[in-house]
């Protein structure tokens, strides 16, 4: 079964660390892997979108790594602020026509002052 | 930035009642989605939608719920008959407006609330 797994499911963490958010993913065959920002009450919001044969990708100060051989994605945040409390979010997209989006639970970020 | 609008914000209606939410894509995407999210749990995907017809459905995507593009621009999801377990967010998505569109990022509106009493 196509499946995504997160963790942690929460994290507290305070402004100006550093974090990382794992997750591993069973979808076969395997098209691309994102990671989406969720703010509350708001729609997902891209980060990333890397395909097989990218290791990284960065996007400011996300940071987000694929290991297509251990199907395992992380997503490093830097110098994490305020506005950085959110739910992250890991999505699998497989190869099939219609491009859907198989979605983890999501890590919920709180970064404190 | 162009950005995928949904109305309405939050929709309250009555166990049996029908439902339509609206969604406007981004202009000249060609791939539409609804996706769904029950409070606390994942977001679902339900439909996808390409060159005016469904190109995939979940299971939970049964035969009250449908799609229709009526007029080049809204795309919207309706529910028949309403249940109890239907309240939950519903998120529109569009992608795909030039090639390679597998690894566009999909666009999400910012969703409508359904609550069904």
């Known amino acids: 079964k196509n499946q995504v797994e997160q963790s942690p499911q929460s994290l507290i963490i305070l402004e100006g660390k550093n974090c990382t958010l794992q997750?591993?993913?069973?979808?076969?065959?395997?098209?691309?892997l994102r990671w989406y920002k969720q703010d509350t009450g708001r729609g997902p919001v891209s980060l990333t979108i890397?395909?097989?044969?990218?290791n990284t990708k960065s996007n400011g100060r996300y940071t987000a790594t694929l290991d297509a051989d251990t199907k395992q994605s992380s997503l490093h945040i830097t110098a994490s602020q305020l506005s950085d409390s959110a739910s992250y979010i890991c999505?699998?997209?497989?190869?099939?026509?219609?491009?859907?989006?198989?979605f983890g639970s999501g890590t919920r970020l709180l970064v404190r002052p | 930035e162009p950005e995928v609008t949904q109305t309405p914000s939050h929709q309250v209606t009555q166990m049996g009642q029908e439902v339509i939410l609206r969604c406007v894509p981004i202009?000249?995407?060609?791939?539409f989605y609804w996706y769904r999210q029950i409070l606390g749990q994942k977001v679902e995907f339900l439909v996808s939608?390409?060159?005016?017809?469904?190109?995939?459905k979940s299971e939970i995507f049964d035969d009250q719920f449908s799609v229709e593009r009526p007029d080049g621009s809204n795309f919207t999801l309706k529910i028949r008959s309403t249940k109890l377990e239907d309240s939950a967010m519903y998120f529109c998505?569009?992608?795909?407006?030039?090639?390679?569109?597998?690894?566009?990022?999909?666009?999400f509106g910012d969703g409508t609330r359904l609550s069904i009493l």
């Open positions: 890397m395909t097989f044969s990218e």
């Open positions: 997750c591993n993913y069973t979808v076969s065959p395997f098209s691309n």
């Open positions: 999505v699998v997209s497989g190869m099939d026509s219609s491009y859907k989006l198989i």
């Open positions: 202009s000249n995407h060609l791939y």
């Open positions: 998505a569009s992608s795909g407006h030039r090639e390679r569109v597998g690894n566009q990022p999909q666009h």
């Open positions: 939608f390409y060159n005016n017809e469904i190109s995939e």
